[in-house]
Nanobody
Framework: QLQASGGGVVQAGGSLRLSCAGT????????MGWFRQAPGKEREFVGAISWSGRSTWYADSAKGRFTMSRDNDKNTGYLQMNSLKPEDTAVYYC???????????????????????WGQGTLVTVSS
């Protein structure tokens, strides 16, 4: 199971760090993805991080502003978001999968159905 937290209200230009806590001893074997969904829109890929944390991939909208990391000793992944914009307002979800094939192509890692486990989502609101 995954538990996302850290959302809130922040002014444009501000920062937030989201956390995604996993349960179970196998957390370190799962690659992770971050997605977001704004009202009335489809779920959108934000980024993905390999099981070791050594490889990361970002959507163009996140590059240069967002940074993913993970601490496998704490069974937790992180999404650091800086220079937030009103268009970043959305519910943010973390996801995980043991399938390594998910991370072999942009299409796979950016597709929600490539992930097997999902957190409940945490709301990020960026005010202008």
């Amino acid at each position: 199971q995954l538990q996302a937290s850290g959302g809130g209200v922040v002014q444009a230009g501000g920062s937030l760090r989201l956390s995604c806590a996993g349960t179970g001893s196998s957390f370190s074997t799962y690659g992770m993805g971050w997605f977001r969904q704004a009202p009335g829109k489809e779920r959108e890929f934000v980024g993905a991080i390999s099981w070791s944390g050594r490889s990361t991939w970002y959507a163009d909208s996140a590059k240069g502003r967002f940074t993913m990391s993970r601490d496998n000793d704490k069974n937790t992944g992180y999404l650091q978001m800086n220079s937030l914009k009103p268009e970043d307002t959305a519910v943010y979800y973390c996801a995980a999968t043991i399938r390594t094939s998910t991370f072999m192509s942009l299409r796979a890692r950016s597709t929600p159905r490539s992930y097997d486990y999902w957190g409940q989502g945490t709301l990020v609101t960026v005010s202008s």
